[in-house]
Every structure is written in C-alpha cells, then in structure tokens.
C-alpha cells in the first residue's frame, strides 16, 4: 500500500502566503515525480507544480514567481510555498506522487487526499 499525506492549507488573505506539506510512504520501489495539483469545482484539476526524478520543475504558468517548490529532506517529501496569493488560487489543492510499487509494476499515480486553501479578504 501507499499513503500520500498532505498537510497545511487553510484561509489567507490576498498577498499572504502560505505553505503546504506532503509525504508518501508504504511500498514504493522508485519515484518519479511528486507534485502539487489544484482543483475547484466545475474544473478539471490542472498542474501547479511538479519536482520530476532528476530535479526538474515545471511550474504552471500562473504560479511561476509565486510559488516554490521544493523536496524535503526526509525522503519522498515535497513541500510548495505560495505567496502573493491571489483570490484565483483558491482551489482544493493535491498531492501526487509517480511511483513504482516494485521493479515489475509500471509508474503509477497516487494521490492526497486534498487540502482546501483559500484566499480572500
């Protein structure tokens, strides 16, 4: 089994900041990619940002100069911290993490549970 748990989120104003948490854990062999993704309702959930094996990081364009991310020393960790936040980025935002569960499994994607941030005055 794998578990991916988010932490942080809550209610900002706008231009506050704030930062958001993530590990998975249980049986995983590889990773490939951890990231962040955000969803509000009626909309497809959409990339914010993602760390891929190797170190590269693709952030979406409406966050690029806002939002970092970034792994964690403990292993399969990654964080994202968000400032200047707008009213737009109000959305349940979701952990994922690519993996392997062994070395004859394919890459697979699994998912937090969400958390709710929200930014208004």
């Known amino acids: 089994q794998v578990q991916v748990v988010e932490s942080g989120g809550g209610l900002v104003q706008p231009g506050g900041s704030l930062a958001l948490s993530c590990a998975a854990s249980?049986?995983?062999?590889?990773?490939?990619?951890m990231g962040w993704y955000r969803q509000v309702p009626g909309k497809q959930r959409e990339l914010v940002a993602v760390?891929?094996?190797?170190?590269?990081?693709v952030y979406a364009d409406s966050v690029k100069g806002r939002f970092t991310i970034s792994r964690g020393n403990a292993k399969n960790t990654v964080y994202l911290q968000m400032s200047s936040l707008k009213p737009e980025d109000t959305a349940v935002y979701y952990c994922?993490?690519?993996?392997?569960?062994?070395?004859?499994?394919?890459?697979?994607?699994?998912w937090g549970q969400g958390t709710q941030v929200t930014v208004s005055s």
């Open positions: 760390i891929i094996s190797g170190g590269r990081i």
């Open positions: 249980g049986s995983i062999f590889s990773m490939d990619a």
């Open positions: 994922n993490a690519r993996l392997k569960k062994s070395s004859t499994t394919p890459f697979d994607d699994y």
